[in-house]
C-alpha cells in the first residue's frame, strides 16, 4: 500500500508526539508498504530522523490550517498515487477522490469542552465541530486513543462507538534512554535541586495547574529544598504563572524552564520525586505514560482518561481537592517504601504502551479502509 500521514502538526504538543511515536512504530514493524509523511520545512530536521528505507519525506508548501491547503492536499495525493491518507489530527481534507481512502484520528472533544473565551471561542468551536462533524460522516476508518475519548466523541457528535477503533498512544523508547551519569550533568546545567516535583504542559484552563500551584505552596514553609519544576512552552496570559513569578515567597521554590529538549525532559522525568498531573480533562495524557516509562511516580487527576494510562502504578486523587494533592506530595517526600514500589509498577505498567502496538493496531485499520472491515486483531 502506498500510505499518506499528514505529519505537518508534528511541532504540536501532543498531536506531534503522536505523529512521531507512530511512525517510530512502522519503522520497527519493517513493513513492505510505502510511508509518505507530508510535513514542513520548518520541521525538516525532525521529520528527517524518522526517514528510512520505506519512509519518505514530502515538504508542504501551504499552511496545514489554511483554506490553500483543502486544494492542494487533493492536487498532491492525486499525485503521489497515494491509497491511503492518515489525518493525524481533527483538521483533515475535505474532498477526496473515492479511491482514495481516508482515515483520521480524532484524539479528544476538548475544544467542545473548552473553547476560547469571546468571539475567538466561538469561531473555534464552530471551526472544530465543522471539521469533526464532516470526520464523522465522511472517514473511511475513524481512530482514538482511549476508551474516555471514545465515549465522549460517541456521545458530542453521534458516532456509533463502534466506528471509534481505539488505538492507545505508545511510549517512544528513544525518549527513556538516556543513562544517569548524562542525566546528572544535564540537570547541573539546568540548575535544579536534588528533590523536586515536575509538571510538563501549558495552563490552559483544563491543566489545572493554578490547582496545584495552590496545593504545593502548603508544603513550602517546611519543605525548603523542594521546587516545582513546570517544563512546557509557556503561553501569553497565565495568571497562576504570573502570581509565581511576582509573589517573592513562592517565586524561589519554583522553576519555569520553557520549553526542554527531549534528553532534558528525559531527565527531568527520571529524577523527579513524582509527576503532577492535575488536569480535569485529556483524551490521553502523555505526560503520564512518558513518567511512567522513565520509572517515575505519577500523581494523577482521577479525571478523564488519566485512570485509564496510571491504573495502579500511581495515585489518583480529585482533580478539585487540594489538600489531598499536598498530602500525596507529602506522602512521597517522607515515604521512601512508597516511592520504590511506585517506581518499580510505573515501569511495568508502561510496557503496556508500546509503539509498536500502536503502529501495528493502526496498520490493521488501514487495511480495514482498504479491504474491509476487520477488528485490530485481524478477524472478521
Not at 471539521?131 to 453521534?158: G, P, Y
Amino acid at each position: 500500500m502506498r500510505i499518506g500521514i499528514d505529519a505537518s502538526f508534528i511541532s504540536f504538543p501532543g498531536v506531534g508526539r503522536y505523529i512521531s511515536c507512530l511512525i517510530k512504530g512502522f519503522q520497527s514493524l519493517n513493513l513492505d508498504d510505502q510511508f509518505f509523511m507530508y510535513g514542513l520545512g520548518q520541521d525538516r530536521l525532525q521529520l528527517e530522523q524518522l526517514v528510512n528505507h520505506n519512509i519518505f519525506l514530502k515538504e508542504l508548501n501551504f499552511k496545514p490550517l489554511s483554506i490553500f491547503s483543502q486544494i492542494e492536499w487533493n492536487r498532491i495525493l492525486i499525485r503521489d498515487d497515494i491509497e491511503i491518507f492518515h489525518a493525524a489530527h481533527y483538521v483533515h481534507p475535505l474532498w477526496l477522490p473515492k479511491k482514495i481512502k481516508l482515515v483520521i484520528t480524532l484524539h479528544d472533544a476538548v475544544y467542545f469542552r473548552f473553547p476560547p473565551p469571546g468571539i475567538k471561542g466561538f469561531f473555534v468551536k464552530n471551526y472544530y465541530n465543522f471539521f469533526m462533524k464532516h470526520a464523522s460522516r465522511n472517514a473511511d476508518e475513524l481512530i482514538t486513543v482511549s476508551t474516555f475519548s471514545q465515549a465522549e466523541l460517541s456521545s458530542i457528535f453521534s458516532v456509533e462507538p463502534s466506528q471509534l477503533h481505539i488505538v492507545p498512544n505508545g511510549l517512544d523508547p528513544f525518549l527513556v534512554k538516556i543513562g544517569l551519569s548524562d542525566c546528572q550533568t544535564i540537570l547541573r546545567s539546568m540548575n535544579l535541586p536534588k528533590r523536586y516535583f515536575l509538571y510538563v504542559g501549558s495552563n490552559k484552563p483544563w491543566k489545572n495547574l493554578d490547582m496545584l500551584i495552590t496545593a504545593f505552596t502548603e508544603i513550602c514553609p517546611w519543605e525548603h529544598d523542594v521546587v516545582l519544576v513546570i517544563a512546557g512552552k509557556r503561553g501569553k496570559n497565565e495568571p497562576g504563572i504570573n502570581r509565581m513569578t511576582n509573589d517573592p515567597k513562592l517565586s524561589p521554590f519554583i522553576r519555569l524552564l520553557g520549553s526542554v529538549s527531549e534528553e532534558q525532559l528525559s531527565c527531568l522525568y527520571s529524577n523527579a520525586i513524582a509527576t503532577l498531573i492535575p488536569s480535569t480533562y485529556e483524551g490521553f495524557g502523555y505526560p503520564a505514560l512518558e513518567a511512567m516509562g522513565s520509572g517515575c511516580p505519577v500523581i494523577a487527576s482521577s479525571a478523564a482518561s488519566l485512570p485509564e494510562i496510571v491504573g495502579d502504578a500511581g495515585i489518583l486523587i480529585d482533580p478539585k481537592n487540594e489538600m489531598f494533592w499536598t498530602s500525596s506530595m507529602i506522602s512521597m517526600l517522607l515515604n521512601e517504601n512508597k516511592f520504590q514500589n511506585l517506581r518499580k509498577k510505573s515501569l511495568e505498567r508502561s510496557k503496556l504502551f508500546s509503539i509498536e502496538l500502536m503502529a501495528k493496531s493502526t496498520y490493521y485499520i488501514y487495511h480495514n479502509a482498504m479491504f474491509g472491515r476487520r477488528n485490530i486483531n485481524g478477524k472478521n
